[in-house]
């Protein structure tokens, strides 16, 4: 899971590089990517803890979490092109 992710990121930030409108503001275009990021990462770890505290096991975790690590894939391959 680890390493799909790792790919997933490397991928997305030269994506990222790539499609910044403006080459002198990519310092803050990326702050605003990493801030997003950084909240979703702590998004999922308050949802976990209220799946686990709802549902008293972590049985669920462990699919959502494979699903959430492969669904990006889907969403890498439908890029055609970034220009």
Do not use: C, R
């Not at 990493?34 to 909240?39: L, P, Q």
């Amino acid at each position: 899971m680890a390493l799909v992710q790792g790919i997933f990121v490397a991928i997305d930030q030269a994506l990222n590089v790539d499609v910044l409108p403006s080459k002198e503001n990519a310092g803050k275009d990326l702050g605003f990517i990493n801030a997003a990021t950084t909240a979703s990462q702590s998004a999922g770890m308050a949802l976990t803890s209220i799946i686990v505290s709802t549902t008293k096991t972590y049985i669920y975790i462990f699919p959502i979490a494979i699903i959430m690590s492969v669904l990006p894939i889907f969403f890498v391959i439908s890029i055609k092109s970034v220009k």
